[in-house]
């Protein structure tokens, strides 16, 4: 049983090329230089104001950044769980109600298709948001099972809210009981007599939040939180996509489809990506029973895999943009930068790369050719690169609980 | 707890003989049949009382390897056999007879340019049957494989068609997946002849005259026994096949039990992957075996036996979409007297009905949409002449195939919409014998969907599973799972879903059995 829902929202207005979300009579004030794009389809900002004020809000205050536009299904029915744990790598069974999980899934061949996160919000009934648009890749997981899989897309707003004081800034715009909640917990709740739903969960390797709730609650949710702002207890920003990709970077989460190929828009054999390949090794569960991809990546055993996504900091202050990465300096070439940035609090070129793996180890030596401009003339340069394998940049307030009031 | 080397789901034809090869290799093995009686799809059954009829009603290449290795001759089955003309009827009598085997055939009825052309032409289809030869006892390579057993085969259809000389090779490839029609037209006049020649490429199948796909392939595949094509019915009738089948088992050790329903095929899975345990009977007794081998259809073993929770998501979509639904009904009649076909003396041949090619091709367009055809076109056999204990002394049976017969009808298949097209059958049926209503005891049409009800069979498809060449080779069923293993290891197939195909020939059970002792 499979039933889909469309949005009574989602109204195609012909002049209008990018849907705006329910947020956007707020967003469209706050965001001064207009630089827009999509984001599945919505209107998106790429930055508000300046890119620097941004990142700075979510790495020494508060951000807000609107998440209405990823992609939300409702799964539920009598085979839900079973469902989700031949869909995931990782064993769904072990998520209690009211907890999120970070998840990957793969192709028969054991290729990642997509990651996201399951929410399960209540007992046997989950919501799963992912990346990239899978209603398809979902319908077809569900053939044969009793199943519904209902694509929420636009039937839920949702906000994320992030930084050093976003406990106290949820506090103060009236949210109680966040202090109990742990990192990837879920709390349903009330704001001035709405439903709102806070999940412990972000994408900056700090304290944040995320919140979801109808859309016809949207403006509501933002004024209240905006309102701490007015009344000058706390600053607060929108960010853009330009200021996430900085801090998923320094926090060492991967974006398929920019940090690895992902399986479905793969066309050349050996362009896709396993979960081991990477660096996602640790969500894989083989002791339960199946999953789609687990054959597969069962054979890996057999025939190790050549090839990982790694973190890597990239000496000096040349942005590595698409460098390519050798074995010593004119060396033997080894891999590709996939994403970069220049991290502010760190003071580095960090980034994502595909690097050679041969035998079980990664190289030993990593240098980057950087080519780069001086006034309109290309210069060429070497930077010697380091692994790491622990995220960037991360805080003890991502996990205390109670949260840090500061 | 009993404990078996292998399990084998249903006990047709493919079944049977895998087993029994298996138990020659001295493994112990328990043959599980969920109806009450023996053979599958060729099971003889009593449809009216005193009479009784085979779904497959005659045999015309069933493998003489499996009837020289399972020593079937001594069980009582008689090969080779006599085969029985093919006759394409006509209503004032005047027939096209086919006789004889392979480069010997004989043929009556037709201009002397016809004759002349039919004896080139079989000929040349005797020499693409020998090119393809060896494909049919053999397991195809898997897709991607490159080792070197793999490309052996491939190297062996290119040796063979490089033996065949340039031009012939050039004909094959041309005409492979040719329309029977325009093979048909290229060759003859008479439009009765072209009908007949056409209908063993075309039934079981999804397809019609003009349908392009691999209608010249299914021929040969039919033709690539020792019966050159011809088709034949033992002298103790098909029942003989079956019962020697069952003795060549049980002689050779193998357990087997009727009325044994398997619910479901039990799997484990752990840190090393997914593990074939044994099978759990409709009745919830569970029974262990080191491997289980499915006779049943693949659509049958992997959505409901093994089930979706245990398979690959892109694996079970593919199964989803495997095209399972028959198009031919089966019509028998209990008759009070031998029937009279106009200009025959008697009706010991397989019979055809279709006047031209056209005639198949409506017959065709009308399932397409969901009906079927007021001038239905069938094949029909009267099994009780050769094999008497069919029918009480003096009285005879009718078997017919009737095409095309959708298994999904517009309307659906109600008790009206069966006895209207059982009728239609009958009034065709005598345009050519006009005094049989009299002589009809008792008549029994079985649509695709009442044969997927009687004998466990998916859309009640001839083959399972169509035979096309989307799903034929090494794509039979589908790939990851066409060469009898599938994706999880202890789980084998062996019926008629899997390459060669249906029919009564052996193949699938053969080749199942010989991966398995690899
Ligand atoms: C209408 C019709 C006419 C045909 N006529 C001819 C013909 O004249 N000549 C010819 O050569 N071929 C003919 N065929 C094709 C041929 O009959 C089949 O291809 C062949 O019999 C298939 O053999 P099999 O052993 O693979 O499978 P089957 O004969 O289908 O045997 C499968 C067995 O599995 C059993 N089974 C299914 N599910 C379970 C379960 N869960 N547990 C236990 N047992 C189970 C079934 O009861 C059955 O006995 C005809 C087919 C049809 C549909």
């Known amino acids: 049983m499979v039933s889909i829902i469309q949005s009574p929202l989602v109204q195609h207005d012909a002049k209008q090329v990018l849907l705006p979300s329910p947020f956007h009579p707020r967003i469209e004030q706050h965001c001064l230089v207009k630089n827009w794009m999509s984001w599945n389809g919505y209107q998106t900002a790429r930055v508000y104001d300046t890119l620097a004020s941004e990142y700075f809000a979510i790495r020494s205050s508060c951000s807000v950044m609107d998440l209405t536009p990823m992609e939300k299904y409702r799964i539920s029915g009598p085979d839900a769980l079973s469902f989700l744990n031949r869909l995931v790598v990782r064993d769904v069974s072990a998520l209690k109600p009211n907890r999120v999980t970070y998840v990957v899934w793969c192709n028969d061949e054991g290729k990642v298709l997509d990651d996201g996160t399951i929410f399960h919000l209540h007992q046997g009934e989950y919501r799963l948001c992912s990346q990239h648009h899978q209603l398809d890749w979902l319908l077809i997981s569900s053939l044969g099972m009793d199943v519904s899989i209902v694509e929420e897309t636009h039937e839920v707003a949702a906000l994320a809210v992030q930084g050093p004081t976003a406990y106290s800034v949820l506090s103060a715009a009236g949210f109680d009981g966040l202090d109990q909640l742990k990192p990837f917990g879920i709390l349903h709740t009330q704001l001035d007599g709405f439903e709102v739903m806070v999940s412990r969960t972000g994408y900056t390797g700090d304290l944040g939040y995320e919140l979801w709730t109808n859309p016809s609650n949207a403006l509501a949710l933002w004024d209240a939180l905006f309102g701490v702002k007015q009344r000058g207890l706390y600053d607060l920003r929108c960010i853009g996509l330009d200021a996430l990709e900085m801090v998923r970077i320094e926090a060492g989460f991967i974006m398929p489809g920019d940090d690895f190929n992902t399986a479905e828009t793969t066309v050349r054999a050996g362009h896709d990506r396993s979960p081991f390949e990477i660096g996602l090794g640790w969500v894989v569960n083989f002791d339960k029973p199946h999953f789609t991809g687990k054959q597969a990546l069962l054979r890996e055993k057999d025939r190790p895999i050549e090839r990982r996504l790694v973190k890597l900091a990239v000496e000096g202050n040349k942005p590595p943009v698409d460098s390519f990465l050798y074995d010593g300096k004119k060396g033997r070439r080894i891999g590709t930068i996939k994403t970069q940035i220049w991290s502010p609090i760190l003071k580095a070129n960090l980034a994502m790369a595909d690097v050679e793996y041969r035998n079980g180890k990664l190289p030993v030596q990593i240098w980057a050719e950087i080519y780069y401009q001086k006034e309109l003339e290309w210069q060429v340069t070497w930077a010697q690169c380091r692994i790491s394998d622990v995220p960037f940049w991360t805080h003890p307030r991502r996990s205390a609980t109670p949260p840090q009031n500061c | ?518």
């Open chain 2, 1 to 518: 707890m009993q404990h078996y080397d292998t399990i084998i789901i249903g006990a047709g034809h493919n079944g049977l003989i895998c087993a029994t090869y298996l138990a020659k290799k001295g493994q112990r093995v328990l043959l599980l049949e969920a109806s009450e009686t023996l053979g599958g799809l060729a099971a003889t059954r009593e449809f009216h009382p005193g009479f009784k009829a085979a779904v497959a009603h005659t045999v015309s290449h069933f493998s003489a390897k499996v009837a020289r290795d399972l020593n079937l001759t001594a069980h009582g089955f008689d090969s080779p056999m006599v085969p029985m003309p093919t006759v394409g009827l006509n209503a004032a009598g005047e027939h096209v007879v086919l006789t004889g085997i392979g480069v010997d055939a004989e043929i009556i009825g037709v201009s002397a340019e016809d004759a002349a052309s039919y004896r080139q032409y079989r000929q040349l289809l005797q020499r693409f049957v020998e090119l393809l030869e060896p494909f049919w006892l053999k397991t195809m390579p898997r897709v991607g494989d490159t080792r070197w057993s793999s490309l052996l085969t491939f190297a062996q259809l290119g040796l063979k068609m490089r033996l065949l000389g340039k031009q012939d090779m050039g004909e094959f490839m041309r005409l492979a997946m040719l329309p029977a029609r325009d093979l048909m037209d290229e060759n003859f006049d008479s439009e009765l002849l072209k009908a007949v020649l056409s209908w063993d490429g075309l039934i079981g199948s999804k397809m019609a005259p003009r349908s392009p796909n691999a209608s010249v392939l299914t021929l040969l595949y039919r033709m690539s026994g020792e019966l050159g094509g011809a088709h034949a019915i033992p002298s103790g009738g098909i029942e003989s096949l079956v019962q020697a089948l069952y003795s060549a088992a049980t002689a050779s050790g193998v357990e087997v039990k009727i009325g044994a329903r398997v619910g479901r095929i039990l799997i484990q899975g752990n840190s090393d992957g997914l593990k074939t345990t044994g099978v759990e009977l409709a009745d919830g007794e569970q029974i262990n075996a080191a491997r289980v081998v499915s006779s049943t259809d693949p659509q049958r073993t992997f959505l409901e036996l093994v089930g979706v929770e245990n398979l690959e998501i892109e694996f079970t979509n593919r199964i989803r979409r495997l095209r399972c639904d028959g198009y031919v009904a089966k019509l028998h009649l209990a008759l009070d007297g031998l029937p009279n076909f106009t200009g025959l003396a008697k009706p010991d041949g397989r019979m055809i009905i279709a006047v031209d090619m056209d005639a198949i091709e409506f017959a065709f367009d009308d399932a397409k949409y969901g009906g079927y055809s007021q001038q239905p076109v069938m094949e029909i056999v009267v099994p009780s002449l050769r094999h008497e204990s069919l029918a009480p002394e003096g009285k005879h049976v009718l078997s017919a195939h009737v095409m095309y017969v959708p298994y999904k009808l517009k309307g659906g298949w109600t008790e009206d919409a069966r006895a209207a097209l059982c009728q239609r059958v009958i009034d065709t049926v005598a345009v050519y014998a006009p005094q049989i209503k009299a002589q009809i005891l008792h008549s029994e049409l079985l649509t695709p969907q009442d044969l997927e009800q009687t004998h466990q069979v998916t859309g009640g498809h001839w083959h399972h599973g169509e035979l096309s060449v989307d799903q034929m080779l090494m794509m039979r069923p589908t790939y990851e799972a066409a060469q009898y293993s599938t994706p999880i290891p202890g789980l084998y197939l062996c019926g008629a879903g899997s390459h060669p195909g249906g029919g009564l020939m052996g193949g699938p059970g053969h080749n199942a059995a010989r991966k398995i002792l690899e």
